[in-house]
């Protein structure tokens, strides 16, 4: 299970392993902080959110086959993949709000199932391989190394979008709302903030953030309906190890887990780099279940 | 006892998994294009059962192989007067859901015939239960050597090569090619039996130079760390035994974007939807393992007669599984027409007597072990210079590797039935 040989790795290749860090962690993080914020505020444990970026993915792939310029898919998948969202908490999540994390972990599993379901109705089962935009499809010169232009703006998209969530958290009204829902849920709802209408919208943007991610990364890893498997429970890692509902300790954890896994995989082993991710989970919620930061909640 | 909440969430959470495994059921019993639909009528038809994954990462494996079994069932019409035909069960890829489904398609559906396989997990929890499933069981795509090695059975048999022929295959492509034959290779495999057999296999062929082995786990979404220790050896080739249903398609992508040209050579080749995916960065690539080609209908009447009816029934051409599938269920359809009865006993042995000119030539399987005396292609993939029923790219056959030459790699003494 031993990784590569560590005798021949030169500065060239670790600089270019630690951009590849810092993008995998940055998209871990945009997926990760829809589902922070769906716990945080709602308590659902949404185990649709893989389905969700697997949907945004191939949404990408359709609209970008079709000549939409790529920017504007994005744009659309993650208006169209909110809507989505907010549907599904109005129709089926609220059902079993206030109730036990248990039953949000059925509900969700059994959406998960029928979201992949109708993904692979619509889309075959194939994996669809999306080209890269033209102006992206380069590699170019960084840090003393080449590195393919497109997986540096999805890093700075995604960065960029994850810094406009913290902001929106922080200044605005809404995200006040959020914010004291998620510290105070009595307390907030005494003073008149409505947690029902509130949670359709963090729903709508936990899922718009989950195929935003998916969309970004549909150049690198494909389309598929099960594309978001995988980066489900690297998702999961991370929210358990930031703290669940932290969303600051999402976006640390996001990147941990991103240079974790990338310096895993090629000193040790990928399977190995894997389970020793799975410990630090078990470590986080044994010593600090709060999360890194210690601001998350303890269910 | 469950509170009234928690059952209903329980009811509600079930309601919306049994729609979706009745949705994706559905759209795997009809096909993802024009594909038929399975009929059964009782015991008045022979009735051939079909594992195969029809959802995950395997399915557009399992669903060319449906597609090309159920066409060679459909095409060769009736047994002793009654009706051939087909059902389909959902492996996901998972040896025990496999050994469930055969059990349900024999035992409540009577299936006389399990035809299948997409990967050798499969087929080998099968075989461990085949003496209670009762029925012959053909194999169209495991490639473990085991599968009639050392855990063969009489009921197994298998119509594909196995892992150790693709390697000669690949050995005797890399001797004839000058241009590979001097290149070094890094190799990389899924951290997994076939994976790690795979490099052992191709590591140990005579004259090799392996510069580095690199391993990932089955289902990797990104290869960036793997791609950055493969940037700057361009003299060298890259060997890719990667699983072809998602995993060898986006290495393949993610290495062009990474700039990286250098050859890479899959040993079994690609599916052709998969080349239709990758588009101009799938050209070039090599292998010496392909298990058939559609544009093999050049020379071939029979091969260009089945391409002609897949494209007309499902749309696309057929990729190599699905060409084997034919042939393989073509031939186990002939020893089943053939049997004196559909009594196991019978029709085992009309199996080990069957010989059919396929669309891949002469076929029979060996009856010490049951493995199928077939051949290999080496092929390119080329751009073509113009659309070939439907198709921009395919795998041009360079060398038929014929079955004397590939036999010895496989010695059926491994095998004690």
Redesign the interface.
Known sequence: ?C???IQDKGVG?MV??LL?GV??GSLLTLMSLGLTLIFGLGRVINLAHGALYSFGALLTFTLAANGVPFLFVLAIVTLVASALGGLLDVA?VA??RN??E??SL??T???G??????L??IW??????L??PGFL???IPIFGV?Y?S??LFACVLAIAISVLVLVVLRYSAWGLKVRAINDHPQMAMSLGINRKVLMVSVFAVGSGLAALAGGL?A????A????GD??LIQAFLVIVIGGLGSVRGSVVAGFLVGFAT?LG??YI???TA?LLLFVAVIATLSVMPKGILGEGRVV | MLSTHLRKTIFISASISSLALLATSCAAASGGTSGGKSVTSGGKSVKVGIYVPLTGAQAPLGIDMRDGTALAVEQFGEIGGKPVTWMAADTQGNAAVALSMAQKMVQTDGVNLLVGGTNSSETLALAAQAKRLDVPIIAINSQAVSVTGASCSRYVFRTNPNDAMTAAANAILLKSDPDLANKSWDVVVHDNVWGRSNAAAFEALPGIKIDSTIIRPVGTTDWSTALTELKGNDKAGIYAALLVGADLPRFINQTRAFGITRTILPPLGMPDSMLAELGAKSVGLRTGGLFGSWMLADKNPAMKQFVEAFVTKYDRVPSPMAIQAYQGTWWALKGLKDSPSLNSSDVIKSLEATRVDGILGAFGVRAKDHQGEIGMYAAEVVKLDKKTYGATYAWKVTTTVPWDKLAAATPSDQCKM
């Open positions: 299970m990784g590569d040989d290749e270019a392993q590849n993008v995998l089926v059902r079993i109730r036990p248990l039953h059925l509900l599993f059994g959406m199932l029928a979201i992949t379901g109708i692979q109705r075959g089962a194939d994996p669809r391989m080209p890269v499809s380069r590699t080449t393919p497109f997986r990364s150049p690198i890893s494909g598929s309906p099960v594309i995988t980066i990338v995989e090629t082993g990928g399977q894997l």
